[in-house]
Structures are given as structure tokens and as C-alpha cells.
């Protein structure tokens, strides 16, 4: 990336920050702490064993050697899982957040790929058009302000046989932590993000970008034994801020009354990814 490239990158960067929402999601996103409690949960109470992660990969049809961007990579979690990377990939990694990026790098360096990291905003990249196999954005579309600009620019940036990857949820993910917050916390429900680009909203933002469009979904569900990480997800996310010490404590002791009473909590999930081309 040149240097007037990435001050162009920066410049995007500031239209993000100069709303509530720009403040609130770089807050949220300044290192991987927020995100890895959520990612513990997952990985600690998920009932389909497979992996996510390792079903993302089945779904890729990427060639064995090939070009492949991330946007949005958060703590890299996608190439730590069991899956070998393959050697031919010239993988770069980007987020828009400096400090997820640094956390990245660092866990990333023992897998010994030669991965390249950039800090960017989806909405403006500075990469030559068709220069990718694959573009991968997990879990991030519904926190870009212009979602049809950050998919032109995938769509640029794809060679005409490559294939654009995004995982998101459905507005019925984590729906029973949703009304939890909602109860104790008295704020609004948060289905903001499947709202902006969720497995039901997303689909026609793919087909205005992209020629073919198709949605995979990942059976899976919690089923938490453990008050203590839920907790720990729930204050991850940025309605902690607005919550007072007494009504943590409150849910707290709902969510162990519930743990003692039944021995466990029931979550529903609802993931999937738009695999798309020109
Ligand atoms: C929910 S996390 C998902 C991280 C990762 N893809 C995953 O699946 O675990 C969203 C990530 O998108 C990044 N992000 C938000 N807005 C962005 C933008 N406009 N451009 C690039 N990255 C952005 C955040 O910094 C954060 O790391």
C-alpha cells in the first residue's frame, strides 16, 4: 500500500468516527478483547462440533494457488482453526482497526504462513482492480456505513472468476440473550446488525453487486453451562457501557439461578454465508 493510499484509507476512516456510531464501533474494536469473549463462548458451548470455521473452508472453492483478501479479519480466527492453510495462498489480511490488526499478526505468527496485514476500510481499498481469487467478510458488512460501496469495491477487486465469501447471522441468532439484555438492561432489542445486513436483509445488497448469489447456513445452537462467560458475552458488547453495576448483578444471579435450576441455558443460533460471483 503506498502512503497516499493508506492516508486515503485514513480519510474513510474519519467519516466513520465523526458519529456516535463511528465512536461506539471503534471503542468496540480498538483490540480483540470484545470479540474473543464472544468467539470463548462459541467455541466453549456450540453443539455442532464441526467447527464454523472448518465449514467455511468446505464452502470455499478457491484454487491452490491464489490471491485471497479478508476485510474485517478481527482476531484472525478463521486461519486458526484445525485447517492447514494452504501454501499456495497469498493471503492479506486487513481490518479497519490498528490494534486488531497488531493482535492478529501476533496470533497468527506461529502457524508460519507468510501472511501480509494491512489496516483498511472496506469502503475504499487500495488494491489494483482484479487482483483477487477470493474475498472473504465475516461477520463485518453490518458495521460498514456504505455497504453497497465496500461491495463495489470487493467486486472490483475480484478477478472475474473469483468469488466474494460473507458470513453473517439471521435475526433469530442468539435471540434468548437478546431478550435478556433487553429485560435486565432495559434498552432497546439489539438486532441492529442483521437488520443492516443479516442472512435475511444481506441477500439483496449480494444480488445488486454480484450475478450469482447463494446462501449456505450452519446448523447450530449453545447450550451453556456456565454463568460466567455468558456474562462475560453479554458485557462484551457495547450496551455495557450504558448499564449500571446493580443490573449486571441482577442478570448475573438470574442467569446462576437458571444454570442451578435446570442445569444448563438453551440458545438459539442462526449463521451463514453469501457465496457469490459475477
Ligand atoms: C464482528 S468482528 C468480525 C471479525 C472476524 N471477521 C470474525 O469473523 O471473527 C467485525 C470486524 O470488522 C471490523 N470492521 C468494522 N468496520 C469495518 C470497515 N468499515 N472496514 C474494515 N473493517 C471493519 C472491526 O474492526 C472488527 O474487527
Redesign the pocket.
Known amino acids: 500500500m503506498t502512503q497516499k493510499d493508506s492516508r486515503a484509507n485514513i480519510a474513510a476512516m474519519a467519516t466513520?468516527t465523526d458519529t456516535d456510531s463511528g465512536r461506539l464501533?471503534r471503542e468496540q474494536?480498538k483490540d480483540g478483547s470484545n470479540?474473543s469473549a464472544r468467539?470463548r463462548l462459541h467455541q466453549r458451548f456450540s453443539t455442532n462440533r464441526y467447527g464454523l470455521m472448518r465449514w467455511m473452508f468446505d464452502c470455499f472453492r478457491i484454487p491452490e494457488n491464489a490471491s485471497v483478501l479478508e476485510?474485517?479479519?478481527?482476531?484472525g480466527?478463521?486461519w486458526r482453526s484445525s485447517v492447514q492453510v494452504p501454501a499456495g495462498w497469498r493471503v492479506v489480511l486487513?481490518?479497519?482497526?490498528g490494534g486488531?490488526i497488531r493482535e492478529t499478526r501476533a496470533n497468527l505468527a506461529r502457524l508460519g504462513h507468510p501472511f501480509t496485514f494491512a489496516q483498511?476500510?472496506?469502503?475504499a481499498l487500495a488494491f489494483r482492480d482484479a487482483s483477487f481469487d477470493a474475498v472473504i467478510a465475516?461477520?463485518?458488512l453490518y458495521?460498514?456505513?456504505d455497504i453497497p460501496r465496500?461491495l463495489g469495491e470487493v467486486r472490483r477487486v475480484l478477478k472475474p472468476s473469483g468469488f466474494c465469501y460473507a458470513?453473517t447471522m439471521g435475526v433469530a441468532n442468539m435471540r434468548e440473550i437478546d431478550e435478556l439484555a433487553a429485560r435486565f438492561f432495559s434498552v432497546p432489542r439489539m438486532t441492529e446488525a442483521t437488520a443492516r445486513f443479516g442472512l435475511e436483509s444481506g441477500e439483496a445488497y449480494m444480488r445488486r453487486a454480484f450475478g450469482e448469489v447463494k446462501l449456505e447456513r450452519y446448523p447450530d445452537s449453545l447450550v451453556v453451562t456456565e454463568a460466567a462467560p455468558l456474562m462475560d458475552y453479554i458485557c462484551s458488547m457495547r450496551v455495557r457501557s450504558r448499564v449500571t453495576n446493580e443490573q449486571i448483578a441482577d442478570l448475573r444471579r438470574h442467569l446462576e439461578n437458571e444454570i442451578a435450576a435446570r442445569g444448563e441455558i438453551r440458545i438459539s443460533k442462526d449463521t451463514g454465508m453469501f457465496i457469490a460471483r459475477r
Do not use: E
Request: hydrophobic content about 50%.
Open positions: 466513520n464501533l474494536y470479540l468467539i476485510l474485517g479479519c478481527g482476531t480466527i478463521l486487513t481490518d479497519m482497526s486488531m483498511a476500510d472496506a469502503q465475516n461477520h463485518m458495521h460498514v456505513p465496500a458470513a
